[in-house]
């Protein structure tokens, strides 16, 4: 694989803020070589004043430039103008990604029949097997593993350790991260005798445009049919997919949670930290599922829920509520016995 590129060093203001169609208030030719935190941030930083109220943070740093909304003006710093300046900071960023590898390196394996599109990197140890495509433009680092009939779209990118299984389809400018494995065995058992006999599963996953899987996530094939991940959906580490899920567009899914087989996810739905959906479930459109939820039965759209058994967030607060109060209504209740108990023995 060929080397790195350099990066660029340094950027002005006028360039950044030509670049996304901002403004600058200050000097424009002021170049900006890094980007930091406030509190770490040397003069030549850039810094982000995302909300009004961390201003006295970026009034102490030492960077000279910060991105911020017009009105949040400091006396001695360059700015560049933002009305939005957290969707700024996104963009901004993009600048100082590092680049990635160009190339196909001499130790990348490529089966007879396999198709190599323009543009494509493949890293050192990378396997693309028989007749795969893999799109133009899309990087596969060192170490990533392409199945036999797969087929992968343009501008992707897999970071190392990778595994995308045999019959897979991949869209365009998806991302998945290190470790992410696409396409493993559904778990799928049939109790025989006392023994548990494996389902083979024949079916495969379909990844949609614009998605991003994160590291060490799992996504089963279907055991018959495909499991799908739908356009736009984030993913992140940790995350078990089953057999036969359907995951709609925009859907966020974070860290460690899991999803049982055949269950359905409405599109733009979020499911928070930890949370466990059984099988077979349909989750509605728009709902979000607070961390470490268990969903134990069929979610209607825009539906927000909470805790074991999930149900309505306020119904669970006010649940809890009253478990808080519990032992102090208890000594209350003994104390009341215990004079009714008194009067009665009195009365005797």
Known sequence: MDSLPKAKKAFSLNEIALAFDLQVRGE??????????????????????VESN????????????YVGRPGDFIEGKH?????????????????????????????????????????????????????????KNTVLYPNVTIGRDVSIGEDCLFYPGVVVREGCVIGNKVILQPGAVIGSDGYGFLPQGGHHFKIPQVGNVVIEDDVEIGANT??????????????????????????NDLIGEDVLIVSQTGISGSVEVGDRCTLAGQVGIAGHLKVGSDCLVL??????KDLPSRSVVSGFPAKPHREELKGKAGLGRLPGKLVEIEARLAELEKKAFLEL
């Open 28 to 49: 424009g030719d002021f170049l900006v070589r890094g980007i930091a935190n406030p509190e770490k941030a040397r003069p030549e930083d850039l810094v982000f004043l």
């Open 54 to 65: 961390f201003l006295d943070k970026i009034e102490k740093t030492e960077a000279l430039a």
């Open 79 to 135: 700015q560049i103008l933002a009305d939005n300046p957290r969707l700024a900071m996104a963009r901004i960023l993009s600048l100082f990604v590092s680049p990635h590898p160009t190339g196909i390196h001499p130790g990348a394996v490529v089966e007879e029949g396999a198709e190599i599109k323009s543009g494509v990197a493949l890293g050192a140890h990378c396997f693309v097997g028989k007749d795969s495509v893999v799109g």
């Open 218 to 243: 799992a996504i089963d094939r279907g055991t018959i049919g495909s499991t799908l991940i739908k356009r736009g959906t984030k993913i992140d580490n940790l995350v078990h997919i089953a057999h």
């Open 291 to 296: 961390a470490r939820s268990g969903v134990t």
